[in-house]
């Protein structure tokens, strides 16, 4: 079956470091959507996707950064880790042909701790 | 730009009891409409989607959503629900223009508990 994985599925790491977040899906869409989870404030949009070489910022890019070399990933780093990017991670992703319709499925979610 | 906003932040319920999630959502033009459900440490779920015709949308699990382009509401309903019902939702917009492609804007979310 077609699925969406995230790993690691937890991390914790230091203010300062790079970390990378994976995605990895074998659905085969075109877009992919990386948004953080946090009270209160339900899930914001980091980074997205619509293809191979594509990526747009979303209403939270700052500190972050993604890059699409094929269909099937898309790594969300964090450059220099801050305690205000501890938070559930999820990726998503649709099909990208019919524009706004379509429903995105949802990794499992990273849960990243910054001290 | 869109704004989705879900009115109630919890909402508890005893079980085989009826209950509302209520959102609203600002946008004064077309859009498409979603509900998705978090159960305990999973990713987001698709329970139902708004596109266009019939306003009434059934989902998964009994759940039914109205569409209300007057009030800009899409209110999801369960007429009894079910301890596995406990969960997190997500009401969701997205706009049917190629601007904003693809891209969902979330509320807040409304954790709804189901007690015994």
């Known amino acids: 079956d077609a699925e969406i994985t995230q790993s690691p599925r937890h991390k914790i790491t230091e203010t300062g470091r790079q970390v990378t977040l994976a995605c990895h899906q074998t659905?085969?869409?075109?877009?992919m959507f990386w948004y953080r989870q946090d009270l209160g404030h339900g899930l914001r949009l980091i980074h997205y996707?619509?293809?191979?070489?594509?990526?747009n910022k979303g209403e939270v890019s700052d500190g972050y950064s993604v890059s699409r070399s094929n269909t099937e990933d898309l790594p969300l780093t964090l450059e220099s880790a801050a305690s205000s990017q501890t938070s559930v991670y999820f990726c998503?992703?649709?099909?990208?042909?019919?524009?706004?319709?379509?429903?995105?499925?949802f990794g499992p979610g990273t849960r990243l701790l910054v001290l | 730009a869109q704004s989705v906003t879900q009115l109630d932040s919890q909402v508890p319920v005893f079980e085989e009891a009826p209950v509302e999630l209520r959102c609203n959502y600002s946008?004064?033009?077309?859009?498409?409409l979603f509900w998705y459900v978090q159960y305990p440490n999973q990713g987001l779920q698709l329970l139902l989607k708004?596109?266009?015709?019939?306003?009434l949308v059934k989902g998964i699990n009994g759940f039914e959503a109205e569409f209300n382009k007057s009030q800009t509401s899409f209110h999801l309903r369960k007429p009894s629900v079910h301890i596995s019902d406990t969960a997190e939702y997500f009401c969701?917009?997205?706009?049917?223009?190629?601007?904003?492609?693809?891209?969902?804007?979330f509320g807040q979310g409304t954790i709804l508990t189901v007690h015994p």
């Open positions: 946008s004064s033009v077309s859009v498409y």
């Open positions: 969701a917009v997205s706009d049917p223009d190629g601007t904003s492609y693809g891209k969902l804007t």
């Open positions: 996707s619509y293809g191979v070489q594509d990526t």
């Open positions: 708004y596109l266009s015709g019939s306003t």
């Open positions: 659905w085969n869409h075109n877009n």
């Open positions: 998503a992703s649709s099909e990208g042909i019919l524009a706004g319709q379509e429903t995105q499925y």
